[in-house]
């Protein structure tokens, strides 16, 4: 159905232009479909700060000029305008297939999401690119905060959506979602929330009793959104194998648990982010609404 799909390359101007001469591969005026879904994929790396993209590994102006930035280890005489290390940039690159998985929409058509005003909203951007991650340029954070705002708002949990973040961070190693994080060799806990099978079993009120009866004490909460998943996925084994490449996924299911240990815990954050993350992670108890306690 794409086969006549075609963008000519002298219809972009500035940074738009080069990233269009990259992804064509045929040396001619015309992106075809196939190419166009690689100058999409060489967009999303784009950096506003200094005006710059990658492709192959490789960072270029706005002309399409190879970047010849000097790597801070080597040494710290050119000092590199982007806020990110040269490795971290390359990670970020690393990430673009999962975050592709995850269905992100750019922040500027969140038209639920005030981004200016929302103070739960700077709360997560700060997590993002500040210690616990500082991996992504402005509008890949911009994303990724948007997709937790909206999961925790479809799940009822908007008040909590900073301490969410910081869990998605925690788990992944700051911000970090590839293979390695989201399916981790030898590792029970799959996906970007870092949920065991087990716990997907629950949530579907599948296997032994008790995991039935776990479900019906604590998930069943949610049981009108768990029921649009188990529409999609079948099941708990297809809903675990899904989370190891979906972010979004991933996420929607860890709230889901974290939920269930809030539940547990009669609505007590510290307690719920304990039995979650296993003890070992602590998280700055700001503002938390009256209706849920420390």
Partial sequence: MHKNFSIKISDFTGIFRAMAE??????????????????NAIRKTHNKRNNTFIYNNTIFN?????????????TDALKFENPYTFEKIREEEKNQIALKKA????????????????????????????????????????????????????YEIYELSPLIAHI???????????????????????????VDFLTCQCIFSEGPQKNKDWHDKHFSQDNA????????Y????????????????GLEVGIIAYKAKLHETKGNVAAALHNYCGGDYTYPFNNIPKQFNV
């Fill in 22 to 39: 990259k992804a064509n591969e045929n040396g001619d005026d015309i992106l075809d479909y196939n190419e166009t879904s690689v100058f």
């Fill in 62 to 74: 706005e002309k399409g000029h190879e970047c010849n930035f000097i790597m801070k280890e080597k």
């Fill in 103 to 154: 269905d992100l929409v750019p922040a500027a058509n969140m038209n639920d999401i005030n981004s200016i005003t929302d103070p739960k909203y700077k709360d997560i951007i700060k997590a993002i690119r500040g210690k616990i991650g500082n991996r992504y340029s402005e509008q890949k954070a911009n994303e990724v905060a948007t997709m937790v705002i909206r999961l925790c708002k479809k």
């Fill in 168 to 194: 998605l961070g925690y788990e992944t190693g700051g911000f970090v979602f590839n293979k390695e994080k989201m399916d981790p060799e030898g590792k029970k806990y799959k996906g970007v929330m870092q």
């Fill in 225 to 232: 959104r768990i029921e649009e998943l188990r529409n999609k």
């Fill in 234 to 249: 079948g099941n708990a084994k297809n809903l675990y194998e899904a989370m190891k490449t979906d972010v979004k996924l």
